[in-house]
């Protein structure tokens, strides 16, 4: 999953993204409104930390700009603006969520997880895919009851896919969703963590359609 931090305040833009890499997501940073819209205007992320007091555009302003051109993405308002008219314009500005500073970086993180399960239609904190099952609260995957090991990679395409589940994932898009921004991205390396995966899971759950990507299913879909 890849989500984009858009804050002005060095310090903690550096500590929100070193917290989200650390809770397995892939995290961009953008330190004013205008870097923080164009990015979030044109890469396609998993969801958005969006501050409002922000130079050279304000947090409403973009928010309001980005819904108005369809980009439903998920977006968690963070401020140091606390009064209730302020959480009600975020809102109704197209916030998902809104968390004022000072804030716990543990509740923070529970609200991204929620905002990001319940985009891709998921209620549960627990993730499941026949005898597979993801936990995002933990990252701890299982099969059949039985916890295995994966690299930062390997879990980032195996919890993308099961947040689509049933869904034909491009290579292209999986890489889209894994890497930086800076990062230099080669979509063939997907096929290498598909395949570690495979091994790995040992259940026949993530499906080649050729010419077109993988799918996660149930073994016996």
């Given amino acids: 999953m890849r989500l984009l931090v858009v804050e002005d305040e060095p310090t903690l833009n550096a500590q929100l993204c070193r917290a989200l890499e650390a809770a397995g997501y892939v995290a961009d940073s953008a330190h004013d ?40 993405l998920p977006v968690l308002v963070l401020t140091a603006r606390a009064s209730w008219q302020e959480k009600v314009d975020g809102i109704d500005a197209g916030a998902d969520d809104y968390l004022a500073k000072p804030f716990q970086m543990e509740e923070l993180l529970a609200r991204l997880r929620a905002l990001i399960r319940r985009s891709s239609g998921h209620a549960s904190a627990e993730l499941t895919c026949g005898p597979v099952r993801l936990d995002t609260r933990s990252g701890v995957v299982t099969v059949s009851g039985m916890s295995i090991t994966l690299t930062s990679h390997e879990y980032r395409v195996l919890s993308y896919l099961m947040h689509h589940p049933g869904k034909v994932i491009s290579r292209t898009e999986l890489t889209e969703h894994l890497y930086a921004q ?28 050729r010419g077109l990507g993988y799918r996660l299913d149930p073994p016996d879909a």
Avoid: M, Q
């Avoid at 870097?35 to 922000?54: K, M, N, Q, R, T």
């Avoid at 080669?186 to 963590?193: A, P, Q």
């Fill in 33 to 72: 409104g205008e870097e923080g819209w164009y990015l979030g205007d044109s890469e396609p992320y998993d969801a958005i930390i969006l501050d409002l007091g922000l130079p050279k555009i304000d947090g409403l302003t973009i928010l309001k700009r980005w819904r108005a051109a369809g980009r439903g």
């Fill in 182 to 209: 800076d990062f230099d991205r080669d979509s063939n390396t997907i096929e290498v963590f598909i395949g570690r995966l495979r091994r790995k899971l040992g259940v026949d759950v993530i499906h080649t359609v």
